[in-house]
């Protein structure tokens, strides 16, 4: 290991006394490493992330999502220190960071691998590509009536909903907006999709767990 960055999020973190923490503790366990210091992730992309060994997050799960949105298409490890409310992916506690540190620099950790979602779509002559580590939701958005929408799964047709949407979720975004749409709880470490239709009109409508290679397409 090394090279580590640092994504802090500046509204968690003003006076940079927790980043400064970091740096100190980081210092006085390998006083080689190359430390690189993100705020709010400026600066940080997919040519920078590249050469990381590993980022530690100092803010919420927010904050860690935001990172992910920079750095997606590597497999850098994340060490999430939860200085916000919300803790299910920064499970580092901010009294518990010199632990977390020497734990990281002397082997004593495991690497929870999540699976993504992306999806694409076209607009205006041109297809846009989006990554999730939670969720994708097609949302009637400002509209008082709700959709219908016809899902296929590997080119077959599945199902139609009348419904305010339609939600593809991992394991890690089930217990988010896909618990509040009545979807289940998935274990984190399991290799799945779900799809939830979103308030449906049907009584049958339910959803539907699949391998996390599904292709599916929504009209």
């Known amino acids: ?83 916000g409310h919300l803790g299910f992916l920064a499970q580092v506690d901010s009294t518990n960071i010199d632990v977390a540190i020497k734990d990281l620099f002397h082997g004593k950790y495991t690497i929870e691998e999540r699976t993504m979602v992306e999806c694409s779509y076209h607009e205006g002559g041109e297809t846009r590509i989006y990554s999730g580590l939670n969720d994708i939701v097609i949302y009637k958005a400002l509209s008082s009536r709700i959709q219908k929408y016809e899902v296929f799964i590997n080119d077959k047709f599945y199902n139609t909903f009348d419904a305010d949407g339609i939600m593809v979720c991992t394991s890690t975004g089930s217990t988010v907006y896909n618990l509040a749409a009545g979807g289940p709880i998935i274990h984190p470490e399991l290799d799945t999709l779900a799809l939830t239709p979103m308030y449906s009109q049907s009584l049958a409508s339910r959803t539907i767990v699949l391998d996390r290679k599904s292709k599916i397409a929504v009209k």
Request: net charge negative; with cysteine; glycine share 8%.
């Open 1 to 83: 290991m090394k090279n580590i960055g640092i994504n802090v999020n500046t509204t968690k973190d003003p006076d940079k006394k927790m980043m400064d923490m970091v740096i100190k503790t980081i210092r006085n366990e390998n006083t080689d490493i190359n430390i690189k210091v993100y705020e709010d992730c400026n600066g940080l992309n997919e040519t920078e992330s590249s050469k990381l060994d590993i980022i530690i997050v100092l803010g919420g799960d927010g904050t860690i999502l935001n990172t992910l949105r920079h750095m997606h298409k590597h497999s850098i490890p994340i060490l999430g220190i939860n200085m």
